[in-house]
């Protein structure tokens, strides 16, 4: 938390430093980009950098801590030249932000191999967060409820992004196209399917499988809001039967 926030201690006398916090996890960043969380280590980042591996930990104490500040970097966000929130709606909103996080899994696919069940608490990560609650904070929903649709709605997103980017990766690794994987497959789903034990399956036209990803996540985006927002409406129309009966009580 300290090196995320930057609050630890700082050395005041002596040579400036060659290197910096930020040009290591830079650096981390790109190489993970080009070949893989796989390939980030120590010794790699050093060689990149020109300098002696051990130098490194003068500034971050292993790889847990620098891939805490790899994820808060690529996380983060900049909200000067965001849109306000509020004048935005909470719709298109949250639009954007899904889209944000699709972009940035495509941008950097090593993400979807790291375990971020625990978030990192760091400026960037929250300072995203904080817009997204910032756009929400009108609506007539209890601020568990609030959060609850920022969870749900990163849930989507990641689960997709993580299957397009599994699948892509399949590709790269086995050098087979999903189109040569598929005719492989044939000869025996053909003759699976004649059997008659699925029906439904044997049913399904040609093009069932053909949607791409973007139209995929496209598709579940918009009924994700659509449910979002009939369950918007009814928190209001909630409240509104709430405050009726509490103006009719006080009527009476």
């Given at each position: 938390?300290?090196?995320?926030?930057?609050?630890?201690?700082?050395?005041?006398?002596?040579?400036?430093?060659?290197?910096?916090?930020d040009?290591?996890?830079?650096?981390?960043?790109?190489?993970?980009?080009?070949?893989?969380?796989?390939a980030?280590s120590m010794?790699?980042?050093a060689?990149e950098?020109?300098?002696?591996?051990?130098?490194?930990?003068?500034?971050?104490?292993?790889?847990?801590?620098?891939?805490?500040?790899?994820?808060?970097?690529?996380?983060?966000?900049?909200?000067?030249?965001?849109a306000?929130?509020?004048?935005?709606g909470?719709?298109?909103?949250?639009?954007?932000?899904?889209?944000?996080?699709?972009?940035?899994y495509g941008?950097?696919?090593?993400?979807?191999?790291?375990?971020?069940?625990?978030?990192?608490?760091?400026?960037?990560?929250?300072?995203g967060?904080?817009?997204?609650?910032?756009?929400?904070?009108?609506?007539p929903?209890?601020?568990?409820e609030?959060m609850?649709?920022?969870?749900?709605?990163?849930g989507?997103?990641?689960?997709?992004?993580?299957?397009?980017?599994?699948?892509?990766?399949?590709?790269?690794r086995?050098?087979i196209?999903?189109?040569?994987?598929w005719?492989?497959?044939?000869?025996?789903?053909?003759?699976?399917m004649?059997?008659?034990?699925y029906?439904?399956?044997?049913?399904?036209?040609?093009?069932?499988?053909?949607?791409?990803?973007?139209?995929?996540?496209?598709?579940g985006?918009?009924?994700?809001l659509?449910?979002m927002?009939?369950?918007?409406?009814?928190?209001?129309?909630?409240?509104?039967g709430?405050?009726?009966?509490?103006?009719d009580?006080?009527?009476?």
């Open positions: 938390m300290e090196l995320l926030w930057g609050v630890g201690e700082r050395r005041t006398r002596g040579p400036r430093p060659a290197l910096s916090l040009r290591i996890v830079t650096t981390a960043v790109d190489i993970a980009d080009a070949d893989g969380l796989g980030v010794r790699r980042i060689a950098l020109g300098v002696g591996a051990m130098s490194l930990y003068r500034y971050v104490p292993g790889k847990a801590e620098l891939l805490d500040l790899m994820l808060d970097k690529v996380n983060g966000f900049d909200r000067e030249t965001a306000d929130p509020v004048t935005l909470w719709r298109a909103l949250l639009e954007q932000v899904a889209r944000g996080v699709w972009d940035l941008r950097h696919p090593w993400l979807v191999h790291v375990d971020q069940a625990r978030p990192i608490l760091g400026p960037g990560a929250l300072s967060l904080d817009y997204a609650l910032a756009g929400l904070a009108s609506l929903l209890s601020d568990r609030r609850n649709l920022v969870v749900i709605l990163d989507f997103v990641t689960g997709t992004a993580r299957s397009r980017v599994t699948s892509e990766q399949a590709e790269q086995t050098g196209s999903d189109e040569d994987f005719k492989a497959q044939a000869p025996i789903l053909e003759r699976v004649s059997s008659g034990a029906p439904a399956l044997a049913a399904l036209t040609e093009d069932a499988f053909s949607s791409g990803w973007q139209e995929i996540f496209d598709l985006l918009g009924q994700l659509d449910g927002e009939a369950f918007i409406t009814r928190r209001e129309r909630e409240r509104e709430t405050g009726r009966a509490g103006a009580d006080r009527a009476g």
